[in-house]
């Protein structure tokens, strides 16, 4: 990338959600697939639960890597949407790429998640 | 005045004020964050999330440790506790400098944020790959308490 290039960014969400069943240690897999026509400046992460007894561990596709060493609070990885949590670097994700969020229920109620990643699609 | 403002040097690549995405105080908070400039050789690097889990009794104190593999460039620290009252204090020590973040423990109200209101430090700090951070807790309540503490940055 020509460092002194102009980008287009245009602002995008990644939406993922989904409902945590209730027993006490229920796990829910949800994954984002990047669309294959740009690449993603990851810049905030939203979020919202209906417990904050919820952990969450991020999986990047394409290395295997995970973004943690063990399950976050979700409270300490996403903000809200008046309060959003910046990666204070942004991540730029490759086309296609995809990445999975593994939740744990760690109440014993359902959980009602949704997750946003929130940034730029760039356009060179 | 555009976000997508020049960093300071012609040569540089265009960067983001960090100052224009945080919710509360926007620019004012620019002299509380790292720079474009500190952050300029972070560029690429992925973001990591180290965690701690504590559970400790009513007035104990725990030593834990993480070791980042690789380089790791912390950013702040998030954290929370199921207990509020009394809550727990702890320090940070990165053991291959031999150095304490605070010369007393900190109450955690007082050391850590939540993603929605996070504190950033001015500098990212780099700890060294396979050096490890101590991370001591006490806990101050005559109940049990249980959380977690997160040290928030990016790594290779």
Known sequence: MNPNEVLDRVPFDYVVGGTVAAPLGSVLTLSIALDADREFEWVWIVGSRTSALLTVQVTDGATGKTLSNGPIDFDNWAGTGPLPFPLVEPWVLAPGSTLTFNLVNNSTALNVVQIVLRGYKLQH | ?156
């Open chain 2, 1 to 156: 005045m555009s976000i997508w403002q020049r960093a300071g040097a012609e040569h540089l690549p265009l960067r983001h004020p960090l100052g224009v995405w945080l919710i509360q105080r926007k620019l004012a908070t620019s002299a509380f964050v790292p720079s474009p400039q500190a952050r300029l050789p972070l560029a690429g690097k992925m973001p990591f999330w180290y965690v701690v889990n504590f559970i400790l009794a009513a007035r104990e104190t725990r030593e834990y440790r993480v070791t980042p593999g690789s380089d790791f460039y912390l950013f702040g620290l998030l954290g929370d506790s199921l207990a509020q009252v009394g809550g727990v204090k702890a320090y940070i020590y990165d053991s291959k400098r031999k150095q304490r973040f605070s010369d007393k423990p900190v109450n955690s109200a007082n050391l850590v944020g939540t993603a929605s209101q996070p504190f950033f430090h001015r500098a990212p700090y780099r700890f060294p790959a396979l050096s490890p951070v101590l991370i001591k807790i006490q806990n101050l309540g005559v109940v049990a308490n249980a959380g977690q503490i997160v040290l928030y940055g990016v790594k290779d």
